[in-house]
């Protein structure tokens, strides 16, 4: 394979032959900038493997919105700038960071726009870090971040079960590991295989549907536990318990699960999900089921610390009892009856006198209101009251008689004086009163005479005469009248 530094000899040598030409008097070919870039690509990729692998440190590592990676690979010495398209960089198994010691596999390109040669990557992964392990801790972060792992979100395994379904390969070491071990401890147990395989392709999703399956149908077999385990093995071997799918299907099961996959040493997802891990099979049944042994060693001292709780009762009992036989009511039956007697006849007395103190109280409260009555007798208030109404009714007529005779008086002088300014009464003595006809209007003077005026005169017995005026004389004779 040709260095960097024999294929930059390599251009030299081609833009120094056309400045020898030049000289020599032949024409020289004029090239673009665009030119020595794809010239340039082409050198490059014409000498170069088609395929390198680089190890090198990730710097200014940017992630665009496109979804390409642009970074820096570097060592002590050098650097080189890279690229990864969103394709390839979607299917990396963990996150690059600056600083990260990689393995960057890819090829060598030239990006004639700007003249910058790049290293293209397809595939990367971090140095002396297998790919399984990468691929473990991302889904370990990935359902710690949705609380898979959260002790709020498992459930409590039971108490006392009595059927228990394992879920594991119907010819490993584990079922009869777990048998056993439940055996042992607690015969009494109902246990059933559900067999799946626990390795290779497609046991993953055997192992999910058999956890979903049996949930779906517990009210049919009523399973009170589940265990799901192995034997141990290599990381490989166990895959099929760090896949997201078994992680999921246990954590969405109703039924509790005992994860007990692998050795003490081995830890899977389904460990880190499970309500309970076991760190191996065998441990699986001391964590699932109580020992029968302790627990007739606790039922006996149970059954003791009865025995004893009812021989101390039934001695306090005694005690009580022969403290209330004891008591004056059993030794006179009696004895209560008269004392109840004794109490109802002091119960007679107190109230025979409290009712006589309040009758008397009563009889004299009556007494003061007769006393009262009898001062606002109304038949008396009423003689007084008549009496009293006949005076100021003579004083009434008295005072009216005066009132009318003095008013009498009064109202004959008036009539005196209207009857002297009565105008009848001066017509009486031969006097007439003379009107306009029209108007009505009393003619006291002559102005107020025209000629052809329709003039009344009236005389004191009410008598009056019309008359048209012919003739007006200021002389004092008297006016000529017609009479109409």
Same mark, same amino acid.
Do not use: H, Q, V
């Given at each position: 394979m040709k260095s960097i530094s024999e294929i930059h000899k390599k251009i030299h040598n081609w833009l120094f @032959?056309?400045?020898? +030409?030049?000289?020599? /008097?032949k024409a020289k070919k004029i090239y673009t900038v665009n030119d020595i870039n794809v010239l340039i690509k082409s050198a490059l990729e014409n000498s170069l493997p088609g395929r390198l692998s680089i190890c090198a440190e990730i710097s200014n590592w940017k992630d665009h919105a496109s979804g390409h990676r642009y970074f820096i690979l570097k060592d002590k010495k050098s650097q080189i700038p890279a690229v990864m398209w969103k394709g390839n960089a979607a299917k990396l198994n963990f996150e690059p960071e600056n600083g990260t010691e990689v393995v960057a596999t890819g090829h060598i390109d030239v990006y004639p726009p700007h003249g910058k040669y790049q290293f293209i990557v397809d595939n990367m992964k971090p140095q002396g870090v297998g790919d399984l392990q990468v691929a473990f801790e991302r889904l370990v972060d990935k359902l710690r971040s949705q /609380? &898979? &792992?959260? %002790? +709020?979100?498992k459930k409590q395994l039971p108490?006392?079960? &009595?059927n228990i379904a394992i879920i594991t390969s119907k010819s490993g070491a584990a079922v009869h590991d777990i048998s056993d071990s439940i055996h042992s401890r607690w015969p009494c147990a109902k246990l059933s295989l559900y067999p799946v395989p626990v390795q290779g392709a497609g046991s993953a999703s055997e192992i999910a549907s058999a956890i979903a399956n049996i949930n779906k149908n517990n009210s049919e077999y009523g399973f009170d536990l589940l265990i799901v385990g192995r034997g141990g093995g290599s990381m490989e071997d166990l895959w099929c318990f760090n896949e997201e799918i078994v992680a999921k299907a246990i954590f969405n099961s109703e039924i509790p699960i005992i994860s007990a996959v692998g050795h003490e040493v081995d830890t899977t997802i389904a460990d880190l999900v499970a309500d309970a891990r076991a760190s191996t099979p065998t441990k699986a049944g001391v964590i699932a089921v109580p020992d029968i042994n302790d627990l007739l060693s606790s039922l006996s001292e149970y059954s003791a610390r009865i025995k004893r709780k009812i021989v101390a009762d039934t001695s306090l009992y005694h005690q009580k009892l022969d403290t209330i036989e004891a008591?004056?009511?059993?030794?006179d039956p009696l004895y209560s009856i008269r004392y109840k007697s004794q109490e109802i006849e002091q119960l007679q007395s107190s109230l025979k006198q409290a009712f006589s103190a309040k009758q008397r109280a009563s009889i004299e409260l009556i007494s003061r209101l007769e006393s009262n009555l009898r001062r606002v007798d109304p038949?008396?208030?009423i003689s007084k009251q008549k009496l009293a109404l006949l005076n100021l009714d003579q004083k009434l007529k008295q005072a009216l008689v005066k009132l009318t005779a003095k008013h009498r008086l009064v109202l004959a002088s008036l009539v005196g004086q209207? @009857? /002297?300014?009565?105008?009848? +009464?001066?017509?009486k003595r031969g006097y007439s009163i003379t009107r306009v006809k029209d108007t009505n209007e009393i003619i006291s003077e002559n102005s107020n005479i025209k000629q052809k005026m329709i003039i009344v @005169?009236? &005389? /004191? %017995?009410?008598?009056?005469?019309?008359s048209e005026v012919k003739n007006i004389e200021n002389n004092n004779k008297n006016e000529v009248l017609k009479n109409v």
């Open positions: @032959t056309d400045i020898i +030409s030049a000289m020599n /008097g /609380g &898979f &792992f959260e %002790d +709020s979100n108490r006392y079960p &009595f008591c004056a009511a059993f030794k038949l008396l208030i209207l @009857t /002297g300014l009565n105008p009848r +009464s001066i017509l @005169t009236e &005389f /004191g %017995d009410n008598k009056m005469i019309e």
